[in-house]
């Protein structure tokens, strides 16, 4: 099916029509569940819009397709609650193409080949609709038009247009575009978000494959793009490293002090997150993130990477 849209609002309702699609751009690998909402902005909806509660694919298709949009497509009131209430900004797309080319200097430095650019470990930090991986439109902007592929300033878009210049065959430009996923990370607090920013991966190889080879990618090739996207765009509280909203109090039993003729009762103590009351992200009793290390096939815990050597952008 063709997902093409000359429309920034990706329709889930499309989505959730294309095989496993919205299943697995909705998959949270952390928790092997869905991603949760992690906002207030539809709990007025009823008891499972909570922050807390998973994304279901019923909640966001049919008469609710349009209920999870971009910022650019927000109302101005929406757009003030969430920057005042999770410091929520978008960046103009110029300001994203100068500060990704400072990034990694010019872009194909000499004495390096092209593969290696396209593997680059790149990270967008608190990504929102991860416009400094893939810049599909103007966040900033209310348009609703979408950006010309050669006007595309991502990270992602980049290395999208270095596969198109140097792979002509089908296949090894679809070895390369996963390459060029595979390098490509995201996290984002906000489940709304963390869906809008999926959405725009998955379309942004949509859009370079039709202009490469003028035809949109099977179902099969969006549903193995889609999984590597899962993966790499994840749900996470950037400052704990847990799946937002996960810590706990936790319940410590204390053992009744034994006398000569009786055992006292146990008694019951609530403590909260250790990670929490000290400020140590290595000791939180909610769900650490995880993500796929693709070079090595493994899934590892996002922060035992943190001094690895991905670019934070």
Same mark, same amino acid.
């Given at each position: ?16 029509? *294309?095989?496993?699609l919205l299943? #697995?751009?909705?998959?949270?690998? *952390?928790?092997?569940?869905?991603i ?48 005042q209430?999770?410091?929520e @900004? ?7 193409g ?13 004495g ?5 650019y ?16 893939v ?8 348009t ?5 592929l050669?006007?595309?300033?991502g ?15 089908e296949?090894?430009?679809? @070895?390369?575009a996963k390459e ?12 709304d ?17 039709q202009?490469?080879?003028?035809k ?12 590597? #996207? ?8 950037g ?6 909203l996960?810590?706990?109090q ?12 009786e ?5 019951? @103590?609530?403590?909260?997150?250790v ?5 140590n ?11 796929m ?6 899934? @590892?815990?996002?922060?035992?990477? #943190?001094?690895?050597? #991905?670019?934070?952008?």
């Open positions: 099916m063709n997902l093409q849209t000359s429309e920034i609002d990706i329709r889930e309702s499309i989505l959730g029509q *294309s095989g496993d299943k #697995i751009l909705l998959s949270d690998h *952390s928790t092997e569940a869905n949760i909402w992690a906002t207030d902005s539809y709990e007025h909806l009823g008891p499972e819009f909570s922050p807390t509660m998973p994304i279901m694919p019923d909640l966001i298709i049919g008469e609710r397709q349009h209920l999870i949009q971009p910022r650019a497509a927000k109302t101005r009131r929406e757009q003030r609650r969430r920057t209430e999770r410091a @900004v978008f960046t103009r797309p110029k300001t994203i100068k500060i990704n080319r400072a990034t990694e200097r010019g872009g194909l430095p000499r390096r080949n092209w593969q290696a396209v593997r680059e470990l790149r990270l967008e930090i608190t990504c929102g609709e991860a416009p400094f991986i810049s599909r439109y103007n966040p900033t902007a209310h609703g038009r979408l950006i010309a050669k006007n595309r300033v990270f992602l878009d980049r290395k999208l247009r270095t596969v198109s210049k140097f792979c002509s065959d296949a090894d430009w679809l @070895v390369w060029a996923f595979k390098a490509s990370y995201g996290y984002e607090w906000q489940g978000n963390v869906l809008l920013a999926r959405e725009n991966l998955l379309y942004t190889l949509i859009d370079y494959y202009d490469k080879f003028g949109c990618p099977t179902l099969q090739v969006q549903e193995e793009f889609a999984g590597i #996207i899962s993966w790499n765009i994840f749900q996470m509280d400052l704990k490293y847990v799946v937002p996960s810590c706990h936790e319940i410590k039993v204390i053992p009744g002090e034994r006398r000569l003729f055992t006292t009762p146990d008694t019951l @103590v609530e403590r909260d997150c990670g929490c009351q000290h400020g992200p290595r000791n939180h009793n909610g769900q650490y993130a995880k993500i290390d693709w070079e090595k096939n493994q899934i @590892v815990r996002f922060v035992d990477q #943190i001094r690895c050597g #991905i670019t934070m952008t």
